[in-house]
Every structure is written in C-alpha cells, then in structure tokens.
C-alpha cells in the first residue's frame, strides 16, 4: 500500500481506514514438508482468513461505490471504484499465487478435487477479467457523468456475480486449504 500511496497519494478514506492486516506473504510457516510440492510455497494458517478480511472489505467498497452512485455522487463513486480496483488486483494477484498454485500442487494427485480447484481457478480468471473491462470501461467515470445510469446496471450485474463467487469460494474452495 505504501507504494500506492507514494505513486497516487494517500486519500482521506484511507487514512480513516484500520491499518491492514500484515500480509499473508510474510507469515509462514518454515517446515519443508508444508511446502506445495514443487514451489517454495509454505502452507500459512491465517491464509484464509486475510482473504476473508479481503472479501469483507470488497463487499464494503462496492456497496459504498453503489451508495455513492446511487445517489449521484459522481465524484466519490470514482474514487471508491479506484479503492475497489487496487483491492480486487491485490487479492486476485495474493489468491492466485498464494492459493491456488498451493492447492493445485498439494491436491492435484487427486483428479477430482485437481479438478474442482482447477475449475475454481479458470472461472475466477474470467471473472477477473470481466471485473477488470468494466473497471476499465468507467475508470473515467468522473468526466463522463452522464455514464452513470449504465455505470449502475453494469455494477449490479457485476454485484451478483462477485456475492456468488465470494459465497463458493468461502464454502467450498477455502476449506481444502490445509497442511497436508
């Protein structure tokens, strides 16, 4: 984050924020064999639960960003859509490495749950990259407020798509990560 905000400058939203959690990349543990096979990536015991702090924190920008937009505010609904694309990329980047590169080496000699991850994996892709063309598509929503109708029934349909993903992920995919 303090790259961020080194490159943009930090927002008053974000020094009223809490403090993140520290990063899931740093706390590991150090025992060879919960390493996935073939990586150096460690098996980490608050994994999931970063990643559910991160949902929480999704679900809270794009609310405000609907609030925002709701209500007209074209400016706010801009700079909370810019908050939402730096989250999105940072959890999708920490899933996919952290995650999935970790289930699929550890699970993968199972070729239904390989499957299963692997299926997770792909979808989350083209979700992502859904997410990030609309992203793109209103990153400049503030100079182009007459957008902002569409802008909202773009972002509900974007909405029930990330509740549902966040649902199955946390129900289903999340609870195979374990040390094996």
């Known amino acids: 984050m303090f790259f961020f905000d080194k490159l943009f400058g930090s927002s008053k939203r974000e020094q009223e924020a809490p403090a993140p959690a520290a990063s899931p990349v740093a706390k590991t543990t150090t025992t060879p064999s919960s390493a996935a096979p073939g990586t150096r990536i460690q098996y980490n015991p608050e ?3 970063h990643f559910k ?4 924190k999704l679900l809270k920008l794009f609310s405000a960003i609907h609030t925002f937009a709701e209500h007209g505010d074209v400016k706010r609904t801009a700079e909370y859509l810019m908050d939402f694309r730096f989250a999105l990329q940072g ?3 920490t899933e996919n490495v952290r995650l999935y590169v970790y ?5 993968g ?72």
């Open 53 to 56: 702090e991160d949902h929480s």
């Open 91 to 93: 959890h999708l980047l």
């Open 109 to 180: 000699n199972d070729p239904s749950t390989y499957e299963l991850i692997h299926g997770f994996r792909h979808e989350m892709d083209a979700i992502g990259k859904a997410v990030v063309h609309f992203l793109e598509q209103y990153r400049e929503l503030e100079t182009h407020p007459h957008l902002l109708q569409t802008f909202i029934t773009d972002l509900d349909a974007i909405g029930k798509v990330l509740v549902k993903r966040i649902r199955n992920e946390e129900e289903i995919l999340y609870p195979l990560y374990a040390p094996v």
């Open 47 to 49: 994994l999931i639960e």
């Open 103 to 107: 289930l699929e080496r550890k699970l």
